[in-house]
Structure formats: C-alpha cells, structure tokens
C-alpha cells in the first residue's frame, strides 16, 4: 500500500477518535461538576475517551503495517523512543514522589508525553535520514 494511502486510512481512524476524546474528557470532567451522576454513570461517561485512545493506537498500528519497511522502521524507533520517555518520567517522578515528598504527577498526562516525544521522535529521524 502506498504511503499517502495509509495516511489517508490513519487520519480517518485518528480525527473521529481523536474528536470523541476530547468530546469525552470534556463531557466527563463537565458531568463529574455540574451534574450529581451516581459514580457508575461516571465510570461508563469516563470510559468514553478510554475507548477512543484504543482506537488511536489501533490507527496508528495499522498505519504502521501498511507502510513500507522504512517507513515501519521508523514508527518503530518513534515508538520506542516514546515509550522509553513515559517510562523515564513516570519511574523518575514516582522516586521523587516517594523519597522527597514530590507534587503528585496524574497518570493522565503520560498519553502526551508519548504522544509529543513519539511525534519529536519521527520528526528528528526523517530528518536524519533525509526524508523530508
């Protein structure tokens, strides 16, 4: 499959569920406020961006596999390097957390240090590699 297929495939999968995220975490945290929900409509209302994210990895997955191996190979150093920085931060902020008394840092904000040293990452290798 060529390249600008697979994207094409990647964005129709990743600007709805990226869309139903936000829609989601915004209509969570607005219910969790402003509406006495009981808390099982609140777990259900907060699986909604939970679903969303799968769909995400799923689109980039897949984009991942259609293109040519260069292309993979690169997703798959981005990937890596994303990875590696969510371990370091999350490790190295909870041995802060724990041995001097550190601001709590929410699960919540991993997705985007993936999602930023995961996009920093392809960008840095391209250009290495001469590709843009």
Request: include cysteine; proline fraction near 5%; glycine fraction near 4%.
């Amino acid at each position: 499959m060529t390249t600008e297929k697979a994207t094409y495939r990647y964005f129709k999968i990743l600007i709805p569920a990226m869309l139903i995220y936000l829609a989601g975490s915004i209509g969570t945290t607005w219910a969790a406020d402003n509406v006495s929900l009981p808390p099982p409509a609140l777990y259900a209302l907060a699986c909604v961006p939970v679903v969303s994210i799968f769909f995400v990895f799923f689109a980039h997955w897949r984009f991942a596999v259609e293109v040519d191996e260069f292309m993979r190979l690169i997703q798959i150093k981005a990937t890596l390097f994303g990875v590696a920085c969510v371990m370091t931060v999350s490790s190295g902020w909870g041995t802060f957390e724990m041995l001097i008394d550190a601001p709590k840092l929410q699960v919540f904000w991993l997705l985007p240090i993936f999602w930023i040293s995961h996009s920093v990452a392809v960008a840095l290798i391209s250009k290495r590699e001469q590709m843009y």
